[in-house]
């Protein structure tokens, strides 16, 4: 492992970029770009009242009762919010808050796991220093969203058509961003994807953002 130039310094996320330094320096390797990020949660349906289509009885886990006619949200993307990403962080840094994971920016390493359990597939690392994120990950056209959500993305492309940076794409029905280009920009772009998204699903990042709790209004 210490010989084997494959292997980065970067696999110790608790330790995160002091770790890495380290241990580049124990192994006489290049150290490779070490970003902090967080993991943060895209839903807000508690902010956009979707209610649930039904009550789920049995096994208490997400993808159990994913399996259930796509879970008991209206949203199929929903969180569903039986903590199947809090039993899978070994690091105690989500906890289940009102039937939504609210993630610990003190505790969070950014490991992943939450990220690999999620059903709905709807965690996302985001890098702590990001400036804007999307807390929504519906796939489902614009008027599916709007009959069960008030704050969803409706995939409209307004986002991708005025970001000077190019940083903001839609892929396979969901939008992503490029936080790096994004970064680099830089704000003389003035946020203009937060002015133009007519749902204002756009939103400006901080860590505590990632938290899901519902006096954020971000991801609750």
Excluded at 78 to 103: K, R
Aim: include cysteine.
């Amino acid at each position: 492992m210490v010989n084997d130039p494959d292997v980065p310094t970067t696999l110790c996320f608790p330790g995160k970029a002091e770790v890495a330094e380290e241990v580049a320096v124990l192994t006489g390797k290049k150290l490779t770009a070490v970003e902090n990020r967080i993991a943060a949660v895209r839903c807000s349906r508690a902010e956009g009242k979707n209610l649930k289509k039904e009550k789920y009885v049995g096994y208490v886990s997400c993808a159990a009762a994913s399996l259930a006619f796509g879970g008991p949200m209206s949203c199929r993307f929903a969180c569903v919010g039986l903590g199947d990403c809090a039993g899978a962080c070994q690091f105690d840094a989500i906890t289940i808050f009102d039937d939504f994971p609210v993630v610990d920016p003190a505790l969070c390493v950014a490991c992943g796991a939450c990220v690999r359990e999620c059903p709905k597939d709807i965690i996302e690392l985001i890098p702590t220093e990001a400036r804007i994120w999307v807390p929504c990950g519906t796939r489902d056209p614009g008027k599916t969203v709007k009959e069960v959500c008030g704050v969803g993305c409706i995939t409209c492309r307004m986002c991708v058509k005025v970001c000077p940076a190019e940083a903001v794409t839609l892929e396979n029905g969901l939008v992503h961003i490029d936080h790096k280009a994004c970064m680099a920009y830089g704000p003389e772009c003035e946020e203009i994807c937060m002015e133009k998204c007519p749902t204002h699903i756009f939103r400006r990042f901080e860590p505590q953002t990632a938290t899901g709790r519902d006096d954020q209004a971000v991801a609750a």
